[in-house]
């Protein structure tokens, strides 16, 4: 017993507690320092995803409209007999790099997340005072997702019609389609042509499939979450029944 006694207080002595205190004090340091690189690699991963699947995102856009009846005549329709034959036409008929159309608004539609869960949190902030209802989680996240799509939503037009591709555009303006000044332009002509409104054709169609899969997903977040403090024996600040 006595030796049991000397090795619980060799464990918990003062030297072991300030191995400790300076462990935890190095590792909250290192931490500190190094959390932007942290950041970076995630926002890295970001944008390695996009630069891959962009390629995959062209074809799978050209695949399923193709065969549409378009009332733009300006638009080429287009023949493929499957995913590689996209792929090989694609490359040899408008260059390798046509495969990565969109891939700055792909880039910049990371906003859309972000401004969703910004506004979610924010609302349920101002609603927390004696927690949150089903339904009051659904709404949230639905009004955070309409807005977000709302928001983004010219950006996700132009991203669209940048991986179709099939537009002919005016000879001085033929080397844009993958920059920024290519998307710019086209967000310009859209207004011209169709007016503020055009940038949101198609909206309703959108809002109805994200709003609605958005406000589900938060309502079972909540409820899983709150299902886990209660598991954990913890009241859930956020959520009611």
């Known amino acids: 017993m006595g030796t049991e006694d000397f090795k619980f207080?060799?464990?918990f002595s003062y030297e072991s507690l300030v191995h400790a205190v300076a462990g935890a004090m190095g590792s909250v340091t290192a931490m500190t320092v190094f959390f932007p690189l942290d950041t970076a690699r995630l926002r890295l991963q970001g944008v390695v995803n996009v630069l891959v699947t962009t390629p995959l995102w062209v074809v799978n856009t050209r695949l399923k409209l193709q065969g549409a009846n378009f009332r733009n005549a300006d638009i080429r329709p287009t023949q493929y007999s499957g995913m590689i034959d996209a792929f090989v036409q694609i490359v040899r008929q408008e260059g390798l790099w046509s495969l990565w159309n969109g891939t700055f608004p792909s880039l910049l539609l990371v906003l859309n997340p972000a401004i969703q869960f910004m506004i979610y949190e924010g609302l349920k902030r101002q609603l927390r005072r004696g927690g949150l209802s089903a339904v009051e989680v659904f709404l949230i996240g639905a009004v955070s997702k309409a807005v977000a799509t709302t928001v983004t939503y010219p950006l996700q037009t132009?991203?669209?019609v940048l991986r179709f591709g099939q537009h002919r555009q005016p000879t001085e303006h033929s080397q844009l389609l993958s920059?920024?000044?290519?998307?710019t332009y086209l967000l310009i002509n859209r207004v011209r042509k169709y007016g503020m409104?055009?940038?949101?054709k198609g909206l309703e169609a959108k809002?109805?499939?994200t709003v609605l899969t958005a406000a589900l997903m938060f309502l079972l977040y909540e409820k899983i979450a709150s299902l886990t403090f209660r598991v954990m024996g913890v009241k859930s600040p956020n959520y009611r029944r």
Do not use: D, I
């Open 9 to 11: 207080a060799e464990v």
């Open 179 to 183: 920059s920024l000044r290519s998307m």
């Open 158 to 160: 132009v991203q669209s």
């Open 197 to 200: 409104l055009g940038l949101f």
């Open 207 to 209: 809002l109805l499939q």
